[in-house]
């Protein structure tokens, strides 16, 4: 079982609709929780970190951390299509981050 | 501020050559990360260094890859003896790593083609 694991996709929705993205791992002392959106060629953003259990509300971005579940996930409402891109969960492990592979989100006009 | 910029931001080598990829993290940093990237593939963890400590080098795939940051701050990366499947965009990021605040931030990273 990899570390941080993600859909690869590329998961496909509708301009204006809801995108659920979704990251399990497998370490549970990870505390602490990131997601990352990487365009194509271009390094990765941090779009938001998560700590504590719930969801966390950022503009149209929601975390869910489900630390029992060993979940987390990303939602994006009213999706745009400049949000395409590559979303990455990291979780920290100790000292290093680990990555998950990432999801690829492709938000039709 | 000046975000964390990294040189070259493409380099082209022939197997065999060593090569020396550089990172100027973001000013007041103690963290810093070397991460590489094949085409379409995730963030693969390298190299870690905080502070005056010793690096975590648990990620270096071999031992033709090294790292050193001097005085805390800037850092370099060798790779000796170049083989084509070193060919990938190697990423540097720096953190503040102080509690609730281990954002890291990345630089645009260096495209390695080794032919």
């Known amino acids: 079982q990899k570390e941080v694991e993600q859909n690869s996709g590329p998961l496909s929705v509708p301009e204006g609709a809801i995108a659920s993205l979704n990251c399990t791992y497998s370490?549970?002392?990870?505390?602490?929780f990131f997601w990352y959106r990487q365009y194509s060629g271009k390094s990765p953003e941090l779009i938001m970190f998560?700590?504590?259990?719930g969801d966390k509300e950022d503009g149209r971005f929601t975390a869910q951390l489900n630390k029992a579940s060993q979940y987390v996930s990303l939602l994006i409402r009213d999706s745009q299509p400049s949000d395409s891109a590559t979303y990455l969960c990291?979780?920290?492990?100790?000292?290093?981050?680990?990555f998950g592979p990432g999801t690829r989100l492709s938000v039709l006009p | 501020g000046a975000g964390v910029s990294q040189s070259p931001s493409n380099k082209v080598t022939e197997k065999g050559k060593d090569v020396e990829l550089r990172c100027d993290p973001i000013?007041?940093?103690?963290?810093l990360y070397w991460y590489r990237q094949s085409l379409g593939q995730g963030l693969e963890f390298l190299i870690y260094?905080?502070?005056?400590?010793?690096?975590?080098k648990s990620g270096l795939p071999s031992d033709r890859f090294s790292a050193e940051r001097t005085g805390g701050s800037v850092s370099t990366l060798t790779i000796q003896r170049t083989q084509q499947e070193d060919s990938a965009v190697y990423l540097c990021?720096?953190?503040?790593?102080?509690?609730?605040?281990?954002?890291?931030?990345f630089g645009p990273g260096t495209r390695l083609l080794v032919l």
């Open positions: 990021a720096s953190s503040l790593e102080s509690l609730y605040q281990e954002t890291q931030y």
């Open positions: 370490d549970r002392g990870s505390q602490s």
């Open positions: 998560i700590y504590s259990n």
């Open positions: 990291a979780v920290r492990r100790g000292q290093n981050f680990v």
């Open positions: 000013s007041g940093h103690t963290a």
């Open positions: 260094f905080q502070g005056n400590s010793a690096p975590d």
